[in-house]
């Protein structure tokens, strides 16, 4: 399995600027997780799915951002307009029901400037 | 709310001695918890998990790691450090699938070898 997999692995942008990064989960989970990681603030749940539907949006910071996942296989945050106190580098995680583990993306690494 | 608490955001160990590092929890219900290790700029890899069952776990790498209900602690510990231990780790606790397997992550803690 390739495991879960994310792209862009670097994304510079210009402040106000739509940035979409993607997730595809291992085959077969369904769950889907979202986390932020930033020196300031750690690493944070931003968002998650079950069986494609969102759960809990809670942690995500504002209506700038945005997921969705249109299928077993695919997911996407968006954030518009983006700033630089977005940089991070953003996770996304899959899980089967009835397993505990996560297993995590190799992250997106989001500069804006 | 759960939250995590690891002691230390960097420790430095030399090769061969023990690592210990530190986590403390707060959950309102029986918890799951985790390590998981980050190496530079990959994502997050378990080390180990506890569910349920013998409180002493064993993770890969020769990690291991024992909850502590009385102590609200899931220290993980290594006898023999070698170097390619360096790495940045992350405590974590969730309420299980009820709650949807969400993870609270500690601060983590940067492990710095030395030969």
């Known amino acids: 399995d390739a495991g879960v997999i994310q792209s862009p692995r670097h994304e510079v942008t210009e402040m106000g600027q739509e940035v979409t990064l993607r997730c595809k989960p291992i085959s077969g989970h369904n769950s889907l997780f979202w986390y932020r990681q930033t020196m300031m603030r750690g690493l944070e749940l931003l968002i998650y799915?079950?069986?494609?539907?969102?759960?809990?949006d809670s942690g995500m910071p504002e209506d700038r951002f945005s997921a969705k996942m249109p299928n077993a296989s695919f997911s996407t945050l968006k954030i518009q307009p983006s700033e630089p106190r977005d940089s991070a580098v953003y996770f996304c995680?899959?899980?089967?029901?009835?397993?505990?583990?996560?297993?995590f993306g190799q992250g997106t690494r989001l500069t804006v400037v | 709310a759960q939250s995590v608490t690891q002691l230390g955001s960097h420790v430095s160990v030399s090769e061969g001695a023990l690592v210990l590092l530190r986590c403390n929890y707060s959950s309102s219900v029986p918890p799951y918890l985790f390590w998981y290790v980050q190496y530079p700029n990959q994502g997050l890899q378990l080390l180990l998990k506890y569910t349920t069952g013998a409180t002493l776990v064993k993770g890969i790498n020769g990690f291991e790691a024992e909850f502590k209900k009385s102590e609200t602690s899931f220290h993980l510990t290594k006898p023999s450090a070698h170097m390619s231990d360096a790495a940045e780790y992350f405590c974590a606790v969730s309420d299980g699938e009820a709650a949807g397997n969400k993870l609270t992550f500690g601060g983590g803690t940067r492990v710095l070898v030395k030969p």
């Open positions: 799915f079950n069986n494609n539907v969102p759960i809990d």
């Open positions: 995680a899959s899980s089967l029901q009835g397993n505990t583990e996560a297993f």
